[in-house]
């Protein structure tokens, strides 16, 4: 295994990976993590009220923190919503980590759909399909402009520069809907600027915890 369990601020677990010789989410909290940078920056909760269905492209899936999160605001604001999503990830490992992880009770039935790796999984307000391998591939087999919300939580330009290069990241924007929101956790430049090539308004996201808010960025 080349990652091992942490426990963060907010009570909920997530793991470090030796190999990135990086955490999955910051210590500040795995779950406010994904509340704030990602599921409110993308302003899910609006999406879900006075729709059917919203449809939300998840990469770097990890942990599912963010496409549980997402499902689980969703329902609150709308029990009715039927909340579609697309997660790319390139490491099946990390998937069999998700039901050891300490997450919120309303996640737990959620959890328990992944003690093995598939290409799908279902419940009565979701539908996950799972796209395991190099995100560079597989989102070129998306279709354009079909997504409500984009969650970008690759590791840090740091160490997976590949995932924030500019024509990676316009292949990500393609799939956007206008006016969509991309909700990043960083702020670097390569952010801002390789955003901003791929036709995007560029705003601050949540700070959660930190000096300055990650890239949040909306199609134009």
């Known amino acids: 295994m080349s990652f091992y369990k942490q426990v963060t601020q907010d009570g909920t677990s997530t793991f470090f990976n030796e190999n990135f010789q990086e955490s999955y989410h ?12 990602h599921v409110q920056a993308c302003k899910i909760s609006d999406l879900a009220i006075n729709k059917k269905q919203i449809k939300i492209l998840d990469i770097c899936f990890g942990l599912a923190y963010n496409s549980f999160t997402a ?3 969703a329902i609150k604001a709308n029990p009715d919503i039927f909340v579609d999503i697309v997660a790319l990830e390139s490491d099946a490992e990390i998937i069999l980590q998700i039901p050891n992880c300490s997450m919120p009770l309303a996640f737990h ?9 598939r290409d799908y999984y279902k419940g009565n307000n979701y539908q996950i399909n799972l796209f395991i391998g190099d995100a560079r591939k597989t989102i070129k087999e998306l279709d354009s402009m079909i997504f409500d919300a984009i969650f970008f939580d690759p590791f840090s330009p740091k160490t997976c520069p590949e995932l924030w290069q500019e024509d990676f990241i316009k292949d990500v924007v393609r799939t956007a809907k206008q006016g969509a929101f991309i909700s990043t956790y960083s702020s670097s430049r390569i952010a801002k600027e390789n955003f901003a090539k791929a036709n995007c308004t560029i705003y601050e996201g949540p700070k959660c915890g930190r000096r300055t808010g990650g890239v949040l960025a909306a199609r134009v």
């Open 71 to 73: 499902i689980d605001e």
């Open 26 to 37: 910051s210590n500040i909290g795995a779950y406010r993590e994904a509340l704030e940078k």
């Open 109 to 117: 039935s959620m959890q328990e759909q992944f003690i093995a790796v």
